[in-house]
């Protein structure tokens, strides 16, 4: 959140009274783990030098090849607001490394580091994000378990008392802000229960420690008013799922290389190729977008989530849609990713997409400023409309087809992911779920 020095991370710690520090990481499957450090072990971290097991992490490494080392990012040093009374706990993210020093080729924030370099090689400085992602708030049990019930009755943007949640997400809002965020906006969404808090656009890697940062404050505020926060895509069924859209932008130092102010509809040459790219391998990454077997319950018709592989600046029901901020504002809003991806790898596989655009010099098709899921399916396959897979099944195996998106991820974590996916898709597929008990119980 800011720049740090080692010596102006000693001196905060020891004036904040901080005495314990969370080494945080991300691993594969976009879970955030961590390890804990008193403060006398703070020299230590800050040298690289703190070591942990790699073969205990889902997807890292074997256990005869274990010993990892953390490196802290220093400027990712935020101490967090709620630990106040018995000494505070502040952390670093860090990127893992093998024993030579060598960044770990399973280590999601790595990977993406690795393809912002073949980006900064086509001549962009950087790629900028703009997160909106979205969560649900449950009551918790008597046991502290989570339940089903919304603690609220309220639909988009609406206010309080039927939106009973916005006491909570006040909350969060405001321990964001102490951590460092800029919360843009923060309201109700359209399901009961739903909420979105927008936060600024940063660099891809600042963005995507957000977005993990985000999540953990999320869920550990909603705690402490008895909720408990899911960023689950799709919790309830006949209701609205959980996205976080990608708004997305190149840049060239300070000029923003998606805008063109001597085009139509304002998008340059550089915009238009890269959304070819992404509509072109849309289907291949959805398997790193929408991860879960449940993301493809939110990608149904009738509840706003894209699920059909178009564009279009003037409708929302594209997969893509060109907001119609122009300037340095100008980018594209990725639709279809949700809230269960990991960000480092959903935004590796998306600029990858783009930048092979570019690179291909592709032409997008022609925007659809008609609404989508009003059209028959003759008018779809008419207009070139392809679907999104339907099921994480087959979006692996879009995913195995295609080489870009493997390149984006690299052989350790395509191999990794593709393995414990392929497991949990069968987990799901062989389970008894109580709707066939519903229908077929007494039918046969």
Not at 78 to 85: A, D, N, Y
Not at 220 to 247: C, D, V, W
Not at 288 to 299: E, F
Not at 385 to 409: G, M, T, Y
């Amino acid at each position: 959140m800011g720049k740090y020095t080692k010596e102006d991370i000693k001196q905060i710690v020891k004036d904040e009274n901080v005495r314990y520090i969370r080494l945080q990481f991300t691993d594969i499957l976009g879970t955030i783990k961590n390890v804990e450090i008193p403060v006398s072990q703070l020299d230590k971290a800050l040298d690289n030098k703190m070591m942990f097991d790699g073969s205990s992490i889902e997807g890292f490494v074997r256990i005869e090849e274990s010993d990892m080392y953390l490196h802290p990012d220093l400027d990712t040093f935020v101490i967090f607001p709620w630990t106040h009374e018995k000494g505070r706990v502040a952390r670093l993210i860090c990127d893992i490394a093998n024993t030579d020093g060598q960044p770990f080729a399973g280590d999601p924030r790595s990977n993406l580091k690795r393809i912002l370099k073949k980006m900064e090689e086509l001549g962009f400085t950087s790629f900028n994000l703009g997160p909106e992602p979205e969560f649900f708030l449950f009551k918790l049990d008597e046991k502290g378990e989570p339940t089903l019930e919304v603690n609220d009755h309220g639909g988009y943007f609406d206010l309080a008392p039927t939106d009973l949640g916005e006491n909570c997400r006040r909350d969060i809002v405001l321990e964001l802000e102490e951590m460092g965020f800029e919360i843009e906006a923060s309201h109700h969404e359209v399901a009961p229960g739903q909420h979105e808090i927008d936060f600024k656009y940063a660099d891809a890697i600042t963005a995507c420690d957000n977005i993990q940062t985000f999540k953990l404050v999320v869920k550990t505020i909603a705690r402490k008013h008895g909720l408990h926060a899911t960023f689950m895509p799709k919790p309830l069924f006949g209701e609205a799922g959980s996205g976080m859209h990608f708004n997305v932008s190149l840049f060239r130092g300070s000029e923003n290389a998606f805008f063109d102010p001597n085009t139509e509809i304002g998008l340059s040459d550089t915009a238009m190729q890269f959304m070819a790219g992404v509509l072109n391998h849309v289907q291949g990454f959805t398997a790193i977008t929408n991860p879960t077997v449940n993301s493809y319950k939110r990608l149904v018709p009738g509840y706003e989530a894209p699920c059909y592989v178009a564009w279009s600046a003037q409708n929302r029901s594209p997969l893509i849609r060109v907001p119609s901020a122009r300037g340095a504002s100008t980018r594209i809003e990725v639709r279809s990713v949700d809230p269960s991806a990991n960000p480092y790898l959903a935004m590796a596989v998306i600029l990858e997409a783009g930048l092979e655009g570019i690179r291909q010099g592709l032409v997008p098709p022609a925007p659809v400023n008609r609404n989508i899921y009003v059209m028959t399916e003759a008018e779809r396959k008419a207009n070139g409309i392809d679907n999104l897979p339907p099921s994480l099944d087959d979006a692996l195996r879009l995913l195995e087809q295609d080489e870009v998106v493997k390149e984006a991820l690299g052989g350790h974590i395509y191999e990794n992911f593709m393995e414990a996916k392929e497991i949990e898709f069968e987990m799901f597929r062989s389970h008894v779920h109580p709707w066939e008990r519903e229908q077929y119980m007494k039918m046969y």
